[in-house]
C-alpha cells in the first residue's frame, strides 16, 4: 500500500483518534472526581437517611411531611456515544453509559438529601427515581442528554 | 431504632474503569478492523478488476478521445506504439491510443481505456528512439497488464470506504479532501513488472536493448542528493532500476549494444 493512499484514510483515523484521546483523559479524570464527590459527600457523618418505604415507622411522632426533590440533567458526550456505537457493534455492557446514569442517579439523591436537611429533616421516605431523555439535536441515536429525578416525602420531626 | 443507611460497595450498577477499557479495546479494534478491512478491499478489487470488460474502461475515458490532435507527430507515436505492442504481445483484447500535450515535463503516462499520454518534453530529452520507446513500452505494459483500472478500482473501495466510516460524522470534511488529494500511483510491484515487459517489447522489436535506459540515465543526473530513499517511493529509485535492467538483459541475454535509431525531425 502506498503512503498516499494510506493517508488518505490514515489522516482523518489519526484526527478522529485525537479527538477521542483527548475526550478520553478528559472523561476520565472528570468521572473521577465526580465520583470523589460523590463518595465523599454519601459518606459525610450526619447525612440525611433515605428510604424506599412509603410508610414512615408508626413509632414516630407524628412528623411533618413534606415533597423533597433532587434533579440531575446529565449529557452523553461524543465519545461516550462513540464508545456506546462501537458498543453496538460487538454487544455487552454499555460501560460508557452505565457510569454516566450511576453517577446521575447517586447525585441527584446527593440533592434530596440537600434539600431534606436544609428543612432540617434526618429522613426521607418513599425515594423514587424517575429518569427522561432528552432529545438530542434530532441527529442519528439522539439520546442528547438525560434527566434524572429523585423525589420523596421528608419527615421533619417535631420538637 | 433499625433504620440506617449503610455505604453499599463501589463498582456494583457500574463497572470502574469499564468505559476506559471500552474505550481502549474498541478504538484500537476498530482501527484495526478497519485497516484489516481496507487491506482487504484493495486486495479483492485489484485482483478482480481483470475482469472488468475493457469496453467499460473505454466508455469511462472516451472523452480524451476528442482532445486527441491527428498530427504527424502523434501519427508516429501510435505507429510506434502499435509496433511495441505487437512485439511485447498486448492481450489482443486491449487497444491502444497515443495522445501527446505540449508540456515540458518529461514524462508519460498511461490511463483508463487504454490511453497514453506522452509529454512533449520526453520527445525532448531522450537522445534515441530505443529511449522513447522503452517508456513508451513501460506504459503498454501498465495497460497489457490494466494497472490504471486496478488502481481506479482501488481508488473507487478506499472512497467508499472513507465514506461509511467518515461520511456521516465530522471528519467527514478531512476524509473527503483527503480523498481528492490521494492520486493512487502505481505500486513498485506494478512498476517492476511494467520494466520487464518493457525491456522483452524492445528487445523483440529491435533485436537489441541498447538505449533503453536512457531516460533513467538522464534521471539519475537530475536526481539530487536529497531524495526520497527507494522504500518511501512509489517510483523505484532511478539506481535500483538501471540495475535491474541490466540484470535482466544479461540475465535473458538480451544483446546492450547496438545501432541507435534516431527519432524523426517530426516530433521535435
Partial sequence: MNTLMSLQLLGPLLFGLVLLATGFVSGRILERRHYQRIIEAETRPGQVMVFSERLPPPELKPPHTQLVMGSVVVSVDYFKRFIAALRLLVGGRLNSYESLIDRARREALLRLREEAAALGADRVFNIKFETAAIAGRGRENSVGSLEVLAYGTVLIPQH | ?268
Fill in chain 2, 1 to 268: 431504632m433499625g433504620y440506617q443507611n449503610r455505604q453499599p460497595p463501589e463498582g456494583i450498577n457500574y463497572e470502574p474503569q469499564g468505559w476506559q477499557r471500552d474505550f481502549i479495546l474498541l478504538v484500537l479494534g476498530f482501527a484495526a478492523g478497519l485497516a484489516l478491512l481496507t487491506w482487504l478491499v484493495i486486495l479483492v478489487l485489484g485482483w478482480s478488476a481483470r475482469w472488468i470488460p475493457f469496453s467499460w474502461e473505454q466508455s469511462l475515458s472516451a472523452s480524451l478521445n476528442e482532445q486527441r490532435e491527428p498530427t504527424e507527430r502523434t501519427g508516429y507515436l501510435q505507429t510506434l506504439a502499435d509496433d511495441l505492442a505487437r512485439a511485447g504481445g498486448l492481450n489482443p483484447e486491449l487497444s491502444l491510443v497515443v495522445h501527446h500535450q505540449a508540456q515540458d515535463t518529461v514524462n508519460a503516462f498511461a490511463t483508463l481505456g487504454g490511453h497514453i499520454i506522452v509529454l512533449d518534453g520526453l520527445l525532448e530529452k531522450v537522445e534515441s528512439e530505443q529511449g522513447l520507446a522503452f517508456v513508451l513500452a513501460h506504459e503498454i505494459a501498465h495497460i497489457h497488464y490494466r494497472h490504471p483500472l486496478q488502481n481506479a478500482a482501488r481508488q473507487a473501495g478506499l472512497g467508499l470506504i472513507s465514506a461509511l466510516v467518515f461520511g456521516r460524522s465530522d471528519l467527514n470534511w478531512i476524509a473527503g479532501s483527503g480523498g481528492q488529494l490521494a492520486m493512487l500511483d502505481y505500486s513498485r510491484d506494478m512498476e517492476r513488472e511494467a520494466d520487464a515487459w518493457a525491456l522483452q517489447a524492445l528487445y523483440n522489436h529491435y533485436g537489441h536493448v541498447a538505449g533503453a535506459d536512457s531516460l533513467f540515465r538522464w534521471l539519475a543526473e537530475q536526481q539530487q542528493a536529497g531524495a526520497l530513499p527507494e522504500w518511501l517511493s512509489t517510483h523505484p529509485d532511478t539506481g535500483a532500476r538501471l540495475e535491474r535492467l541490466e540484470q535482466l538483459s544479461t540475465a535473458l541475454g538480451y544483446p546492450t549494444d547496438g545501432p541507435l535509431t534516431t527519432i524523426p525531425s517530426v516530433t521535435r
